[in-house]
């Protein structure tokens, strides 16, 4: 069964920083694009940043470029977010997501459960 | 960015119903179009890819159609576990962008 399981979020204030993490299983990570998606309280879903099976590119919204960092190391099947310079905007709930093939250009086919981020102070 | 509209963004129906939902994207994006359901407090789970395809587990009554710019998405008989909120996602383009959403619930 594939599975994705996130942790790291929590209540920070702005300008902090949390590193989300994502752990899979049950596909061969490496061959994969992973993305991370927030859905702000109501709101719909935007993808934030992603990556391409081996790293070697990303992708990253306008609203997050330059305060988010996503990476992954596949020797440990984990995705990462390093978000920087919070600010309430970035409050949600933030799901892990496998895209459906190697590039991020694929829609997602597997979420995790999802962590939630809470920017306040 | 592409701009997906979704309508209606709520319906009720009665269980049994034929329930329809449209998306439309702001340019052409030929089949590549996602459908997901969501329930409170849960993901979004994979229904329908490249518009009209069924993912493995999901059940017949649920099904997509279109192309292009205008996509419709189909529960045949709507069960009481369908009661949910549905996206489309285009992934023709960078940013992948999703419809606002269409809440369903039962009459």
């Known amino acids: 069964e594939v599975q994705l399981l996130e942790s790291g979020g929590g209540l920070v204030q702005p300008g902090g920083s949390l590193r989300l993490s994502c752990v899979a299983s049950g596909f061969s990570f490496s061959n994969y694009a992973l993305s991370w998606v927030r859905q702000a309280p109501g709101r719909g879903l935007e993808v934030v940043a992603s990556?391409?099976?081996?790293?070697?590119?990303?992708y990253y919204a306008d609203s997050v470029k330059g305060r988010f960092t996503i990476s992954r190391d596949n020797s440990k099947n984990t995705l990462y977010v390093q978000m920087n310079s919070l600010r309430a905007e970035d409050t949600a709930v933030y799901y892990c997501?496998?895209?459906?093939?190697?590039?991020?250009?694929?829609?997602?086919?597997?979420w995790g459960q999802g962590t939630t981020v809470t920017v306040s102070s | 960015d592409i701009q997906m509209t979704q309508s209606p963004s709520s319906l009720s129906a009665s269980i049994g119903d034929r329930v329809t939902i449209t998306c439309q994207a702001s340019?052409?994006?030929?089949?590549?179009l996602n459908w997901y359901q969501q329930k409170p407090g849960k993901p979004p789970r994979l229904l329908i890819y490249?518009?009209?395809n069924l993912e493995t587990g999901v059940p017949s009554r649920f099904s997509g159609s279109g192309s292009a710019t205008d996509f419709t998405f189909t529960i045949s008989s709507l069960q009481p576990e369908d009661i949910a909120t549905y996206f489309c996602?285009?992934?023709?383009?960078?940013?992948?962008?999703f419809g606002g959403g269409t809440k369903v619930d039962i009459k």
């Open positions: 990556i391409i099976h081996s790293g070697g590119s990303t």
């Open positions: 490249d518009a009209a």
């Open positions: 340019q052409d994006i030929a089949n590549y």
């Open positions: 996602q285009q992934y023709d383009n960078l940013p992948l962008t």
């Open positions: 997501a496998k895209n459906g093939a190697n590039h991020y250009y694929y829609g997602m086919d597997v």
